[in-house]
């Protein structure tokens, strides 16, 4: 069967390696399989891609009539805008259940683990196909960018494992070195427009009927942001007014200190203090621990925004 397998749009890089991944996995499993992508990749992927040696997947954002595979999401607000009119024949993903329904019986891999990609690795192992050693690296650092080196809480025993075991195929003796040169990688944030940065790991989510949306840069030091702020927050106001957003969020997450800076252009803040059980000073507030959207961010807005 020709089939496309792509992952959400402003494609992080467990959205490209799974793409490439499962598409490898499939091929082999005597499947025709494309890998694409929804935009263009961040300049962490991009490391990665360059340094084991891969190509972009294409870039592709209409479906109609195609065989799909989805990586990475299951939300409407994520998936290509024609996904109604395309034949979804399988999902992997690690995220809450999304939206996204079909109207034919398909392939389900979903887990509560830290990274597609670890989906993908027991896939692997089922269908007894093995990994070559250049796939193996940008598996490994898909799992490594999605846990934050094992720090976020969405980590799972079965992530280590399967970096573990990926890390011995690619050969790479250090993986937190691996994962530490990655995250400097992802820290140079100079040079890049205030709009390239809030959406370079940017969601929308429906809220109640409200839209919210969500970006994150993970970075090894804030400080990066000092000179920034100002602009960043003019473009998330001018980001909420484009897409008659409730809210848009953006976290600063500082994954040495294991903390995130809060920013929030909200038309109600008290919502979002009571969200996160705190104060907002200059529309700003630190939470400390907090690294995971997913796990520690999304939950607590979705249960204050279902109350209004
Ligand atoms: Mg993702
Ligand atoms: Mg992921
Ligand atoms: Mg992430």
């Known amino acids: 069967m020709k089939m496309y397998v792509c992952g959400h749009i402003n494609p992080d890089s467990d959205s490209i390696c799974a793409a490439i991944s499962l598409a490898y996995l499939k091929t082999q499993l005597g499947d025709e399989a494309i890998p694409a992508k929804q935009g263009e990749i ?5 490391f990665i891609l360059d340094k084991f040696g891969f ?30 009119d395309a034949n979804i024949i399988g999902i992997v993903d690690h995220h809450k259940l999304g939206d996204i329904t079909t109207t034919t019986p398909l392939e389900g891999w979903l887990r509560p683990v830290g ?17 070559p050693k250049d796939l ?12 934050v080196i094992y720090k976020s809480p969405t980590c799972t025993k079965e992530d280590i494992k399967a970096t573990e075991e990926l890390a011995k195929i690619a050969g790479v003796k ?14 140079a ?26 970006g994150q840069l993970e970075v090894v030091d804030l400080s990066v942001f000092d ?14 007014e484009e897409g008659k957003r409730h809210t848009v969020l953006l976290l600063l997450t500082d994954i040495i200190n294991e903390g995130s800076k809060l920013l929030v252009v909200s038309d109600d803040k008290e919502t979002i203090e009571k969200a996160f059980g705190c104060k907002l000073e200059n529309s700003m507030a630190y939470l400390p621990g907090v690294l995971s959207r997913k796990k520690q961010v999304v939950p607590y807005l979705e249960k204050v925004f279902a109350t209004i």
């Open 115 to 131: 990274c597609s990609n670890t989906i993908i690795k027991d896939m692997f192992d089922y269908y007894k196909v093995e990994i």
């Open 227 to 240: 000179d920034m702020i100002d602009d960043l927050f003019k473009d998330m106001k001018a980001l909420k």
């Open 174 to 187: 250090d993986i937190k070195a691996l994962g530490m040169e990655m995250f400097l990688v992802k820290s």
């Open 42 to 46: 961040n300049p962490e992927t991009k």
């Open 136 to 147: 193996a690296g940008i598996m490994l650092c898909a799992i490594l960018s999605d846990t």
């Open 189 to 214: 944030v100079k040079g890049a427009t205030p709009r390239e940065l809030i959406t370079r790991d940017y969601k929308d989510f429906d809220m109640s009927g409200k839209k919210v949306g969500i």
């Open 55 to 84: 190509d972009e997947p294409i870039l592709k954002t209409s479906y109609k009539d195609e065989n799909l595979y989805i990586v990475d999401y299951s939300d409407l607000a994520q998936a290509p805008k024609d996904i109604k």
